[in-house]
């Protein structure tokens, strides 16, 4: 393999991984470009979610989390994943001009 082909080849793979990197920072960033809470805390609920469902697959049911517990994590982690889909889809508000009255 020659020494320009394994450039190139780290070139491509250096550029896929900042391509990946800005759409997953993408993904937490509201219509003004900001990062919004919203993604963030409907990423982190539904990351406990799955670990817990997993967690608790495992092990006996002594150790298993308050039903309600869940339920709030669930409910909090819904509610976050709709505001946000709202928000992709919604179209941006327009700010309204002062027009003078006279």
Not at 29 to 56: C, H, Q, Y
């Amino acid at each position: 393999m020659s020494a320009l082909s394994i450039f190139i080849s780290n070139q491509l793979k250096h550029t896929i991984m900042m391509n990946f990197k800005q759409w997953v920072i993408d993904l937490f960033k509201d219509e003004r470009g900001s990062t919004s809470v919203k993604p963030v805390i409907a990423l982190l609920g539904a990351l406990f979610l799955s670990v817990t469902m997993t967690i608790n697959s495992f092990s006996h049911s002594d150790f298993a989390p308050a039903d309600n517990l869940v339920d709030a994590v669930l409910i909090i982690t819904a509610i976050g994943m709709g505001a946000d889909t709202l928000d992709k889809f919604s179209s941006p508000k327009k700010k309204s001009e002062d027009t003078p009255a006279g």
